[in-house]
């Protein structure tokens, strides 16, 4: 049994990574005979399948340490597609809350990355799943943003900065991304596509934008937003991942 996510050894070459544990239910009740596997610290496990193929449903945590755990747990149970399913704030003013953004690169503004590729090494995602994801919200008819986004391992020192000692350098680091054109900022992209190059995972991720910072769009209280868009993306993307592998068109 793995060491964190609690896992035995089950056939499942797919998993779908939310960052919340209480967001894992949602996602499991849309594969077919979902089961709970185990909750243990940050990790929340169902298994189910999508079109007869094994899929774990995994929660992260917040942040690249427990989100690196769980892609290298899972890894060597046998994963080999993994996709994040998160959440994120805007930072280009075309992007609104409720927007999906589908993350084909991040900015390593993390520690978790540097432990396993030197900084000149770039966080990109797998090309075939940023395609089903693309594809995906498409069908949808969904609002959708593909491109770069920031990974940090402080949330108030983006969202509180002037209360930082180094608040100058976070200041001066958040207008560079935005001339940069990055699209969104979160917390575990940059390891999640780093662990997984080195251990070979197809991994992607597909978000949903809850505010935007920097234009001050804020949440409204009376219309939430859900991450069902995001959920729906993210199955619907994986099914066709799935049916690409069955038909040879990709490989695993």
Known sequence: MSMHIKINSVNAKYALLPGDPGRCSAIADRLDMPQHLSFNREYNSYFGYIDGEGVIVCST???GPSAAIAVEELAAAGVKTMLRIGTCGAMQP???GGDLIIATAAYRHEGTSLHYAPIEYPAVANIHVINALIAS???????YH??????????YGQHAPDFMPVASELKEN?????KLGVLASEMECAALFTVGAVRKIACGAVLTALWNQE?????????PITSD???DCAVNALRKLIF??????IQP
């Not at 919200?137 to 609002?143: S, T």
């Not at 690409?244 to 068109?249: G, I, S, V």
């Open 61 to 63: 945590g917040i942040g």
């Open 94 to 96: 075309e992007i609104h």
């Open 137 to 143: 919200a498409k069908e949808m008819n969904a609002v």
């Open 146 to 155: 593909a491109g770069v986004v920031h990974s940090k391992d402080s949330f």
């Open 174 to 178: 958040w207008r560079t991304m935005i």
């Open 215 to 223: 234009s001050g769009e804020k949440i409204d209280e009376n219309t």
């Open 229 to 231: 868009s995001a959920i």
């Open 244 to 249: 690409k592998m069955k038909a040879n068109e």
